[in-house]
T-cell receptor
Framework: EPEVTQTPSHQVTQMGQEVILRCVPI?????FYWYRQILGQKVEFLVS????????KSEIFDDQFSVERPDGSNFTLKIRSTKLEDSAMYFC????????????FGNGTRLTVT | DAKTTQPPSMDCAEGRAANLPCNHS???????VYWYRQIHSQGPQYIIH???NNETNEMASLIITEDRKSSTLILPHATLRDTAVYYC????????????FGTGTRLTIIP
């Protein structure tokens, strides 16, 4: 069973529209991550989030992307103006506070941009 | 950018032990070895991790060589549900660092 719930499981949107992907960790953890996987390609890191701040982001995570934890529970990834190449699986992950705490992933949101 | 090398694919007969190798010759003293798998398009699933000692849990065993330059993930009695892509990842643990995924090993369990 995934320890992270992601909604929606599948989102279809038109190019240029804004989308918000949501992640609800079951336990109260401080470390959160977003990854994406374009069909047939590697799982790619987007951003990590700790204590309500971005701690690291990749080159992919440009100004079109933002993350927040608005209510202390849900962790969201917003894409402001979607492009065709944003079509991918988006995975949220969380980790505990010990140094070697593994990341636990949700089952992802499949984003399709048309 | 991945610091590990894995064979692209392997087959294993159902019921036999699956031994998945990983080379990480540039691993540093504070880096752990993690193993994940991805079944179809599901989220990566954590399997096991270790620093220098061998580890075992309900899913698998992890054997790390004494020089830490390589490791082997062992699935003791492979089932068809173990068919997946397996990722060996070296991760620095100074501050809950991200995981960097490579291309992994596609393991196919044959009936």
């Amino acid at each position: 069973e995934p320890e992270v719930t992601q909604t929606p499981s599948h989102q279809v949107t038109q190019m240029g529209q804004e989308v918000i992907l949501r992640c609800v960790p079951i336990s109260n953890h401080l470390y959160f991550y977003w990854y994406r996987q374009i069909l047939g390609q590697k799982v790619e890191f987007l951003v990590s989030f700790y204590n309500n701040e971005i701690s690291e982001k990749s080159e992919i995570f440009d100004d079109q992307f933002s993350v927040e934890r608005p209510d202390g529970s849900n962790f969201t990834l917003k894409i402001r103006s979607t492009k065709l190449e944003d079509s991918a699986m988006y995975f949220c992950a969380r980790a505990g506070t010990t140094r070697d705490s593994p990341l636990h992933f949700g089952n992802g949101t499949r984003l399709t941009v048309t | 950018d991945a610091k590990t090398t894995q064979p692209p694919s392997m087959d294993c007969a159902e019921g036999r032990a699956a031994n998945l190798p990983c080379n990480h010759s540039t691993i540093s003293g504070n880096e752990y070895v993690y193993w994940y798998r991805q079944i179809h398009s599901q989220g990566p699933q954590y399997i096991i991790h270790g620093l220098k000692n061998n580890e075992t849990n309900e899913m698998a065993s992890l054997i790390i060589t004494e020089d830490r330059k390589s490791s082997t993930l062992i699935l003791p009695h492979a089932t068809l549900r173990d068919t997946a892509v397996y990722y060996c990842i070296v991760r620095d643990n100074f501050g809950n660092e991200k995981l960097t995924f490579g291309t992994g090993t596609r393991l196919t369990i044959i009936p």
